[in-house]
């Protein structure tokens, strides 16, 4: 509290004259920090000029050590900022599409002129072994991971591989399941006891005309 009235204070005297006993005469105070304010020179428009130049240049991007990046450097980094984001999306589509079969996303990086780590390449991996033994779930597997290679908009070299081999696994799951369809065809009828070519022996021998006749 003393010192909030003491500058209190100190601001009335500064801004009221003071009366001089001695001479009857009033005079006014004349405070030093006014002028020391009026004292200084007003800065020159070269001068102003030269400080916004100065504000625009440590605005712009800087170095890990904090000084301004040169023309070259700031366009390397731009292109640094455009690959990782461009990286990271093609990994996180394989992620997206590829569900329980793709894994977790690693990545190459490169420190750029701000000292920063960017990605400049990345990969997923993605289990498309075929199911033992159940060809149905193989047939879904690979549809999800072909699906999942293709995914992004730039698909690479090693994702047309990897969904060529699922394409593989894929026409094999498929083969197998329609043999096993046609071996649970002939077991259910075998075990009804009959087939199509008894009942047809069958019925030709009851109905001699429906036999085909020789040319």
Request: net charge negative; proline share 7%.
């Amino acid at each position: 509290m003393t010192i909030a009235v003491l500058g209190a204070a100190s601001l009335s005297a500064w801004a009221s004259p003071t009366f001089n006993a001695g001479s009857a005469k009033v005079t006014t105070a004349e405070p030093k920090a006014a002028n020391a304010s009026s004292a200084e020179p007003e800065a020159s428009s070269d001068e102003v000029s030269s400080d916004n130049a100065t504000r625009g240049e440590s605005a712009g991007p800087k170095r890990a050590d904090g000084t301004p990046m040169a023309p070259e450097e700031i366009e390397q980094l731009e292109q640094l900022k455009q690959t990782d984001r461009e990286v990271r999306q093609h990994e996180m589509a394989h992620q997206t599409v590829g569900g329980a079969y793709a894994g977790g996303a690693s990545y190459d990086y490169e420190v750029g002129p701000d000292g920063q780590r960017y990605a400049v390449a990345g990969e997923v991996s993605i289990n498309y072994g075929p199911v033992p033994n159940d060809p149905k779930a193989t047939i879904e597997k690979m549809q999800t991971v072909i699906a999942a290679a293709l995914a992004p908009a730039d698909p690479s070299p090693k994702d047309y591989q990897v969904a060529a081999q699922a394409r593989q696994y894929l026409l094999e799951a498929k083969l197998e399941a329609a043999m096993q369809t046609s071996e649970m065809a002939q077991a259910r009828a075998s075990a009804e006891g009959k087939s199509p070519t008894s009942d047809a022996m069958t019925d030709s021998a009851l109905n001699p005309s429906n036999a085909p006749s020789a040319a």
